[in-house]
């Protein structure tokens, strides 16, 4: 079992920064992959980063060159750093760690952007 906890969510001004924190803890040694998706209010969880293999990284279209995703494999961490924020930023970010067995989600934290 795995479990997964977000950390850092807040309301934050337009053009303002907000970092990001997930950890890992439990049944670890199976994690492969870890990364962030967000669900504004009447839309669907869609990707916003994330770490496929050991090096490679995906974004979306619509956060290249404002956010930027980092790890700390040793503490089973990644933080997603957000800058340029944006109005449509606005969501709930939920971490998401896959592993052996399955994928593993936790329970969100709110992202409001918003002057």
């Known amino acids: 079992q795995v479990q997964v906890a977000e950390f850092g969510g807040d309301l934050v001004q337009p053009g303002g920064s907000l970092r990001l924190s997930c950890a890992a803890s439990?049944?670890?040694?199976?994690?492969?992959?870890m990364g962030w998706y967000r669900q504004a209010p009447g839309k669907q969880r869609e990707l916003v980063a994330g770490f496929s293999g050991y090096r490679s990284t995906n974004y979306a279209d619509f956060v290249k060159g404002r956010f930027t995703i980092s790890r700390d494999t040793a503490k089973n961490t990644v933080y997603l750093q957000m800058d340029s924020l944006l109005p449509e930023d606005t969501a709930v970010y939920f971490c998401?760690?896959?592993?052996?067995?399955?994928?593993?989600w936790g329970q969100g934290t709110q992202v409001t952007v918003s002057s």
């Open positions: 439990g049944d670890t040694v199976g994690i492969y992959a």
């Open positions: 998401y760690a896959d592993h052996n067995v399955g994928r593993y």
